[in-house]
């Protein structure tokens, strides 16, 4: 059987998902070992942190569960939800074709799905049935963006976050951008950013060397971690896109720049999780915070453009989950069925399996 218990953004307040998120992913799978299951899969992003598992016997679910409200420090109630069986396997395919997410037909997730698959092998937590199901969730994440129209427009939190930058200013010309980070997320924005013509591009990064690859790519400046700081007299907008346990911006380090800037405002956009800026500064004067929270409204605008295109690809996803299904039925019976996934040319013909 397999079962999944997790929360996400639309279930979930952003403190409770906080704790969840700062747990890494091998230290969850070492503690689900612990609980007595052979098979899980942690998913943790900025929107959701998920816990498939599979197993024979007791209900793997509860282990599960415990062991998520041990890693909350409190009881989930209705902020967590939980699925077994078909119903897990349609919201994985929908998690990784990008119809769960808060920028919905984000290409981000159906990486964070594969990464998430690959560290629960690579921790040998995986099995017949979970490996199945993520080689499966792959293949429809992609056939959902192939055959769709699904993420056309803005579809990641960067490009939302880039979007809302262009909201506040107009135009991005001659503004100075300061991004904290120099991961995927970075990169990401750090592209969208380009592509507006921005005035000026930095980056700050613990490691600087990664901060210099990343402002190299784009044509900007990195500084060093310990810079930053000085670099909020001259900032424009600064967004938050480290992977930190704890906030990186206090009150304190914004109040220490606000005399230099002489009353000029100064915008934040937090899509890190754990949140990178104390909430706290938004009581300043002057001082503007955006969280992940902040971009539905973009969101909403997206998903209203794109209502046809996804409901197209929910009946995918659905035809999909059900082929799933037919196929675990016959595991085990000596008939088992195929699930051969079957690519199209580019002429619209059918290509070889895989």
């Not at 976050?161 to 100075?176: M, N, P, T, Y």
């Not at 904290?180 to 750090?190: F, I, R, V, Y």
């Not at 930095?202 to 810079?227: C, I, K, S």
Request: proline letters at 3%; charged letters at 25%.
């Amino acid at each position: 059987m397999i079962v999944l218990r997790g929360v996400s953004h639309k279930t979930c307040p952003v403190e409770l998902r906080e704790r969840l998120a700062a747990r890494p992913a091998a230290e969850a799978l070492s503690a689900l070992r612990e609980q007595g299951l052979a098979e899980a899969v942690v998913l943790s992003t900025c929107n959701r942190f998920e816990v498939y598992a599979a197993g024979d016997g007791d209900d793997p679910g509860e282990a599960v569960g415990r062991a998520l409200e041990a890693w909350a420090g409190r009881p989930m109630g209705d902020a967590a939800y939980a699925k077994s069986g078909a119903a897990v396997v349609e919201h994985l395919f929908r998690v990784a074709g990008g119809l769960e997410s808060l920028v919905v037909g984000e290409g981000e997730i159906l990486g964070q799905v594969k990464t998430a698959y690959e560290a629960a092998r690579q921790a040998q937590m995986t099995g017949k049935l979970t490996n199945v199901l993520f080689q499966r969730a792959a293949y429809v994440g992609k056939l959902v963006r192939s055959e769709t129209a699904v993420a056309v427009g803005h579809t990641s939190v960067a490009s939302v976050a880039v979007d809302l930058a262009e909201r506040i200013f107009g135009s991005l010309h001659e503004k100075e951008v300061l991004i904290l980070g120099a991961g995927e997320m970075a990169e990401l924005t750090s592209r969208h950013l380009s592509s507006c013509k921005i005035g000026r591009l930095v980056v700050a990064n613990r490691t600087y060397e990664r901060g210099v690859e990343l402002a190299a790519r784009f044509h900007g400046e990195a500084v060093r971690w310990e810079e930053f700081p000085a670099r909020l007299r001259t900032a424009d907008i600064v967004i938050g896109s480290t992977g930190s346990d704890r906030p990186v911006v206090t009150r304190r380090t914004v109040e220490e720049a606000l005399p230099s800037r002489m009353g000029r405002s100064l915008f934040f956009i937090d899509i890190a999780m754990p949140r990178d800026i104390e909430e706290a500064v938004n009581d300043l004067d002057h001082v503007y915070l955006y969280s992940l929270a902040d971009l539905e409204g973009v969101v909403k605008d997206n998903v209203a453009r794109r209502r046809g295109e996804l409901e197209k690809a929910a009946r995918l996803v659905e035809t999909k989950a059900a082929e799933f299904a037919a196929w675990e039925r016959t595991v085990g019976t000596g008939a088992e069925a195929s699930l051969g996934h079957v690519r199209k040319t580019p002429r619209g013909g059918q290509g070889e399996k895989s």
